[in-house]
């Protein structure tokens, strides 16, 4: 099962100013969505960010934002995003059956979403390089959990390169430029 560019969308799951930066190396999450972001934007996959309670725990970081299209971030209450109906609705509108997750944090409102969204039908990825937890034990938790409840754990690399298919294309070469 692999990620394909055609079949998928991207969910960044809550990297918000007040909790990224409490989480285990925040600069690597925030460095890798990045990079998921401009994969997605290169390769046309569909984007949603969700924001939980922004009131409270301030809007996404300013980082993805500026490589966010208009339009995508959604507000939430619910930590799931797929209990949330106006993403699941979003999420289902594009038919795309395969959701690639990263976001913060993992044994929370990235776990409940994929678990979700895998119980609504869909084929879930998550990042686990673009994922943490304030503690690293919960964030290595919730990826056994996931595991072992079928959400395939990957790299920002595995996604980027599954995504990409091939070497030499146009979209290959801009983006080795952000991997090296």
């Known amino acids: ?13 809550d990297v918000q100013e007040n909790l990224g930066p409490v989480m ?13 972001l401009r994969a997605a934007a ?6 949603t960010i969700s924001e939980q309670y922004p ?12 490589e966010a299209p208009a339009g995508v971030v959604m507000e939430k209450l619910h930590f799931s995003c797929a209990a949330e109906p106006a993403i699941l609705t979003r999420l289902r509108g594009f038919d795309r059956p395969q959701v690639v ?3 913060i944090e993992a044994h929370v409102c990235v776990l409940q979403s994929a678990l ?12 686990a390089d673009a994922c ?3 503690i690293v034990g919960n964030h290595q938790m919730a990826l056994s959990r996931m595991a072992a409840a079928g959400v395939a754990v990957v790299s920002t ?7 990409l298919h091939v070497a030499g294309t146009p979209a290959f070469k801009d983006m080795i430029k952000l991997i090296k």
């Open 42 to 47: 290169r390769l046309a996959v569909p984007v």
């Open 116 to 127: 979700g969204l895998k119980a609504a039908g869909f084929e879930v990825f998550v990042v």
């Open 24 to 36: 285990a190396e925040p600069r690597q999450v925030y460095r890798n969505c990045t990079m998921l």
């Open 157 to 163: 690399e595995m996604a980027v390169f599954e995504w």
């Open 101 to 103: 997750v990263a976001g």
């Open 55 to 66: 009131k409270g725990l301030g809007p996404t970081m300013g980082e993805l934002l500026a």
């Open 132 to 134: 943490s937890s304030r």
């Open 1 to 13: 099962m692999l990620m394909d560019a055609a079949r998928s969308s991207l969910l960044i799951v």
